[in-house]
């Protein structure tokens, strides 16, 4: 297939690999003379006789024996032994771990299929899957890596985190540690592939492309210099995807597409629902302005957290960054064009919460953790502390969203002349753009990591997105748990999507429009996400559109934004608004104009609840 550029990059999320195997591990603080790590790669076999490409690199000059930290993942292992440390690893580095990094099946030297979906049969418990390639890696790595203490942790971003988080569904006596970073829990719930079911075009057309058209390389699509923005709207309806450009080959492609609703294989694929528990010590990490995998931390530490009866470990930290930026960001210290105060989350991050809790629980040094939830609050840019999540003297307020554009902790009322609604006309020939075009593709060197803290402000003229506000607030406003809107909204069509953005506009910064939350909901799976249903013709329903956990301060002075729109292109693929079977299967018939209605009275009220704290 002639599908990508020449030039492999690095994979979002893949942190070591970007750091470990282009950058060479060079940094300028932190150079020394001759070779950090002794470089041994190796092939381990599994279970099945499949062998799997392992790289082991051990501190120089160490004698004594030392815990394992491994990392797998699909996106590839470093060449050669690195000869400095970058500074996202210094901290580890200093406490002296083997670095041990593999490539899951399928994927560069290691051997079998890489099907990019984790799918782990309850009822095949004979199966291979990424839970016994960690366990059967363990195992051999404790018997033939002479230099270990016979302790392992495992860790990793995105896919590693995943991989990382698998483990514990089958763990390995010697597994004494896991910090799960921005893992995927739930493809088609909320993380990389679908938001409640509706496709994130961009990612999941881009992400297969990537990660399966080639298993040497993660070589990108080539779009050319075009906007990205202008190449999805001319493929038309998502059939084109296969009879144009893939023709078949992706099998991952091909199981988005043939499998649209929340099916056995979607609930397969997330792999959380079985996780019961975990004896294993764990550190969840999340980044609250995550554009790939906002969901799977928190629902990993949810599922853990609920069996409270094998007890443990189970620690959560969130922050205010993009996907990875805990680990890829030397410093931490903005967020896309906004300084946080000072802090440097990152650094702080690695120093003060990564490198204790592995040198507690694999090196047996230090305090065992005394917290249960850290979380930087935005805002306020300060850390804190929380005995649960949410916390429990949140309280939901809700901000009702007015007919005359206003926003408010006042609910409707009903006087003679006031409007019941407010309308638009959704198109999926003109969607609304999700952020500033020209659209860069997903990945490094274009706009993707931060684009969900970029400024809304490029959308005011926009005729088809609705905007709510409060006054410029009197005293701050802060808000930490769990947020969501419920909208009483109608569309003329029989399916319809409805998109909800949560804004801090900030005073400070010339009324820069900062999204706090942003999130949508496809009408057809508002009843049912196995069994999608069209929708009434201009009736209104309820929309619920739950917005994430969030820890942010609305500070005195800023205005609470809200808006409203019914396409977000091309993250996510354009709703035909009329209902159809399966909507990969559309054709351009199919997609038609609606006229979109959010109502605003006592009976049909309109709002975004807030967990607010005192
Ligand atoms: N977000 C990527 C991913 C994780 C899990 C499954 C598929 C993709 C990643 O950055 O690794």
Known sequence: ?????????????????????????????????????????????????????????????????????????????????????????????????????????????????????????????????????????????????????????????????????????????????????????????????????????????????REQADRNTNAPFDFGARDTYDWYLQLGPLSNVNSRYLHGALSFWNDVVAHPDYDAYWKKDAWVRQLHGSAVPLLNVAGYWDQEDPWGPWEIYRQVAADRARGGTNLMVAGPWTHGAWERDPKGNKLGSITLGGSETSREFRERIEAPFFRYFLHGQGDRPQWTVKSFQTGSNTWHDYDAWPPLQARAAKLYLHADGSASFDPPTEHAGSAAFREYVSDPAHPVPYRERPISPIGPGGAWADWQASDQRFLQQREDVLTYITGPLDHPVTLTGNVSAELSASTSGTDSDFVVKLIDVMPEQGGYEWPVAMEVRRGRYNASFERPTPLPRNRPTQWVVPLGDHDHLFGAGHRILVQIQSTWFPLIDRNPQKFVPNIYRASDRDFVKATQRVYSTPRLPSYVVLPLMP
Do not use: C
């Not at 392992?54 to 797998?72: E, K, M, Q, W, Y």
């Not at 899957?129 to 392992?152: F, M, Q, R």
């Open 1 to 209: 297939m002639t599908l990508m550029r020449s030039r492999p990059v690095a994979a979002v999320g893949s942190v070591v690999l970007s750091v470990i195997a282009t950058a060479g591990w060079a940094s300028p603080d932190s150079r020394r003379a001759g070779p950090v790590f002794d470089y041994r790669e190796v092939m381990i076999p599994m279970r099945d006789g499949i062998q799997l490409q392992t790289v082991i690199l051990t501190p120089v000059g160490h004698n004594d024996s030392l815990p394992i930290l491994l990392n797998r993942s699909p996106y590839g292992v470093p060449s050669r032994a690195p000869e400095t440390v970058p500074p996202n690893l210094t901290a580890l580095v200093h406490d002296g771990y083997i670095f041990v990094m593999q490539n899951v099946r399928g994927r560069f030297k290691s051997q079998g299929n890489f099907a990019v979906s984790t799918s782990i049969d309850p009822n095949a418990p004979d199966a291979v899957n990424d839970a016994t390639d960690a366990y059967d890696t363990i195992e051999w790595l404790v018997h033939h890596v002479p230099e270990s203490s016979g302790k392992v942790g495992m860790y990793g971003v995105s896919y590693a985190g995943m991989t990382a988080a698998l483990a514990l569904l089958h763990p390995h006596p010697a597994l004494k540690a896991v910090s799960e970073q921005g893992a995927a829990a739930d493809e088609w719930m909320n993380d990389d592939f679908h938001h409640y079911g509706a496709l994130r075009l961009s990612y999941a057309f881009e992400y297969a492309v």
